[in-house]
């Protein structure tokens, strides 16, 4: 395992019976930007709560840096859980907090800074995402658009080592789609290490350099772009590229 890394070994989970990962092996290296594809429900999601310490996995271990998180007390795993945040899929707002309520949210519940200092960030990483004019607005004034922006305020304002993004362009017209590409890529530019999961060919492919590729609760493929799209796994050639023998399955 690599020192300052996200790791799982041999992870299995299970869902009512349905094996979900299976002697499952991933790294995420500290400044290797890393997208996780795979059809709808092949467990890329599954990944990123289990990263998390979201859910428990049956066997295996979950690490992050050197701290084994698989069954660590909860307040030791705090302290290993605050260098990593997730913007999920659909934002995941508090619909009774103002924009600037819902960006300052963790700040304001550690209780270590100021009103004024949480203040000061949370303008910060709006104007950082473009929508410091939102501040005062609630999450139902907000187009799609803007509430997945707000939402990667929400995750910078603890200034996290590694942002997770769950399928962060779904349901986003091109522009939007531009604007997270964008955001993404000034992430990386100041040192933020991304994970992914998506099935936007896209935007994965112009924010990350490194591809997992999850298929029946395994990994079958890890690699770059270019070799991604010369491989020969007839799962991943299909994903790249469906034939009409892909309809109806």
Do not use: W
Not at 47 to 57: E, F, R, T, Y
Not at 92 to 115: H, I, K, P
Not at 153 to 161: C, E, F, K, M, V
Request: a negative charge; glycine letters at 10%; one cysteine or more.
């Amino acid at each position: 395992m690599i020192g300052d890394s996200i790791s799982m070994e041999k992870v299995c989970y299970s869902v009512g019976g349905r094996r979900i990962l299976e002697d499952f092996d991933f790294c995420l290296e500290r400044g290797v930007n890393r997208t996780i594809l795979g059809v709808s429900g092949a467990g890329k999601t599954t990944i990123l709560k289990l990263l998390l310490g979201l859910l428990q996995p049956d066997s295996g271990r979950v690490c992050i840096g050197d701290v084994c998180i698989t069954g660590l007390s909860e307040t030791r795993f705090l302290e290993q859980r605050k260098r990593i945040a997730i913007v999920f899929q659909g934002g995941a707002l508090f619909d009774s907090m103002t924009v600037g309520e819902n960006v300052g949210y963790r700040l304001f519940e550690a209780g270590q800074l100021s009103v004024r200092a949480i203040e000061r960030i949370v303008l910060e990483k709006l104007s950082f995402v473009g929508v410091e004019q939102a501040v005062n607005l609630y999450p139902a004034e907000l187009s799609g658009g803007m509430k997945k922006r707000v939402a990667i305020a929400r995750a910078l304002a603890a200034d996290p080592d590694y942002i997770f993004f769950d399928e962060p362009t779904t349901g986003l017209d091109p522009i939007g789609v531009y604007n997270i590409c964008n955001l993404m890529q000034k992430l990386q530019a100041e040192g933020k290490t991304t994970l992914m999961v998506t099935h936007d060919l896209i935007t994965a492919f112009a924010t990350s350099e490194r591809f997992t590729f999850l298929h029946r609760a395994r990994m079958i493929f890890e690699g770059t772009e270019a070799e991604m799209k010369e491989s020969d796994i007839p799962e991943v050639r299909e994903f790249l590229r469906p034939t009409e023998e892909s309809l109806f399955v």
